[in-house]
């Protein structure tokens, strides 16, 4: 695994326009000046490159990982993810503190809603909390916040419990692996607020994502949202894997044998649109990330939506 870097969302809805673009702003209007700074936005792909990717997805497909393993690994995603954490505890994701950027209706003190009325938020795919606790961290003071977290995997729940920060009467976490049926400890159907998922879809065998997501939106109130940020087709992180990575369509193996499908955005909205869930926002936050000390460029993409459950 690799961790994310910051990442920045543009807007369908002028009304949900935020104050600045979290997307940023740096345009890259220039390509002699690439190598002048480490980041550019919202960068948009030529058609020899977009053909290349492709190219690159093709040629993945001669060298698929055996079959017997993939079998193995698609049979138990959970124990790969819970070795995952065994083994790196705490230590491997950074805190995702970009979060209130992207998604600013998670400060629940910014809603405009009662002040009085409670907010339930559950986080989906929590690993060991770097959402949740950034999450909680900015909504301290507001007696408003209960946080749920879940996770398939059970040692990124010890781990997450275990922080001396993680505060039973304003925190739920508990183990669910979203494409089974809700545990007694979950939140209640038609109960949340918000629920987020950061890089959680893309865990998921594409099979399964259905009944994940059928999962989830019954847990949502009327009139709730389901936030969501993960990973878009060709991103570089896609595009590097050599052989023996590739499973299928475009779902991969880690090293670690943790999977990874990248979803083009058409598809998540389509996906969510069986649900009736009303698109606010959905964006592909394509990003230059640049190596000036080994002058390499790499391309980004990751999917950003906000979808709301009607009333
Ligand atoms: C790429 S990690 C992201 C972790 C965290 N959201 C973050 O951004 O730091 C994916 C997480 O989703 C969890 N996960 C994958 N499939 C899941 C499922 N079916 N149900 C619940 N959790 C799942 C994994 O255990 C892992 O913690």
């Not at 490159?49 to 193995?72: G, P």
């Not at 950074?94 to 910014?110: A, G, H, I, Q």
């Not at 949740?132 to 301290?140: C, E, H």
């Not at 389901?226 to 090293?255: H, M, V």
């Amino acid at each position: 695994m690799k961790d994310e870097p910051i990442m920045g969302c543009a807007e369908e809805n002028p009304e949900e326009k935020p104050k600045c673009n979290p997307f940023g702003t740096r345009f890259l209007t220039d390509d002699a000046k690439v190598f002048e700074h480490n980041a550019w936005d919202d960068v948009e792909w030529s058609e020899e490159q977009q053909e290349e990717a492709k190219r690159i997805v093709e040629n993945q497909k001669t060298m698929k990982v055996d079959e017997e393993k993939a079998i193995k690994l698609l049979s138990s995603p959970a124990d790969q993810w819970d070795a995952f954490y065994a083994h790196n505890e705490n230590r491997f994701f950074k805190d995702r503190n970009w979060l209130l950027k992207e998604f600013p209706e998670l400060d629940v003190n910014e809603q405009c809603n009662s002040k009085k009325e409670k907010v339930e938020i559950l986080e989906v795919g929590c690993g060991v909390g770097n959402t949740t606790f950034p999450l909680m961290q900015v909504n301290n003071s507001s007696p408003r916040l209960f946080l749920h977290s879940c996770d398939y995997a059970p040692n990124a729940i010890r781990v997450l419990k275990s922080q001396e920060t993680y505060d039973p009467s304003k925190m739920n976490a508990f183990v669910w692996d979203i494409t089974q049926e809700a545990p007694e400890d979950a939140p209640k159907p038609e109960s949340l607020d918000y629920i987020v998922c950061i890089y959680v879809l893309s865990a998921i065998h594409p099979d399964n994502i259905r009944k994940a997501l059928s999962n989830l939106i019954g847990l949502l109130k009327p009139g709730g949202t389901l936030l969501l940020k993960d990973y878009g087709r060709y991103d570089l992180t896609q595009l590097r894997f050599k052989k023996d990575r590739l499973i299928d369509g475009n779902l991969y193996c880690r090293g670690d044998g943790t999977l990874v499908y990248f979803f083009e955005m058409d598809e998540l909205e389509h996906l969510l649109a069986e649900y009736r869930m009303e698109k606010k926002v959905m964006h592909v936050d394509r990003r230059l990330i640049v190596n000036r000390a080994k002058q390499v460029k790499m391309y980004r993409q990751w999917i950003q939506g906000k979808f709301l459950k009607p009333l």
